[in-house]
């Protein structure tokens, strides 16, 4: 994802190229800034296409769900709204067509009776395995080319960015 590539098209900003006169701290941040936002929108469309190869009928959102729901085994519809950061009836929307086409089921949280736990079923984690075995391998092909050592700094680095963003601002 460098300038070379000819699909790469650095954000549009406000702020000017930094230059030679500004400092190096400064340059690293417009080009984090630029590099994250083309790598978000490659992300999207990645997604957008595994949903649709997924299932014809499953929302981009809906596939990180059952992406979601495999890493945590089970959780309420609640906790899944709030993770997302989405609304109950979005949520719902989305559950009704997974349990549907037999990705999800619904049992009975056996701590509160009154709340409902999801869980892939069967079917659902063979179809999210399959996926997510599929998009490893074309990471595979497009990084062919990286040494372990870059691979290894690479993967540490976006655990510590994906840690860091995810604490509260502050």
């Known amino acids: 994802m460098s300038a070379a590539d000819p699909q790469h098209h650095p954000a549009a900003t406000s702020e000017p190229d930094?230059?030679?006169s500004t400092d190096a701290t400064a340059r690293a941040y417009v080009t984090i800034e630029q590099e994250l936002t083309v790598l978000i929108r490659?992300?999207?469309g990645f997604s957008a296409q595994m949903s649709r190869e997924f299932h014809p009928d499953l929302e981009p959102g809906a596939y990180a769900m059952l992406l979601w729901l495999d890493d945590v085994g089970s959780a309420r519809m609640t906790e899944?709204?709030?993770?997302?950061g989405i609304g109950k009836p979005t949520v719902s929307r989305q559950l009704q067509l997974m349990e549907k086409l037999d990705l999800i089921t619904r049992e009975?949280?056996?701590?509160?009776?009154?709340?409902?736990?999801?869980t892939l079923t069967e079917n659902g984690a063979t179809l999210v395995h399959q996926a997510r075995a599929a998009r490893r391998n074309s990471f595979?092909?497009?990084?062919?080319?990286?040494?372990?050592d870059d691979l290894d700094r690479f993967a540490g680095l976006l655990t510590q960015l994906n840690e860091d963003l995810s604490r509260p601002a502050g």
Do not use: C, I, T
């Open 18 to 20: 930094p230059g030679p």
């Open 42 to 44: 490659r992300a999207r």
């Open 80 to 84: 899944m709204a709030a993770y997302f």
């Open 108 to 118: 009975v949280d056996e701590n509160d009776r009154r709340a409902q736990r999801l």
């Open 140 to 148: 595979k092909v497009k990084m062919a080319h990286w040494s372990q």
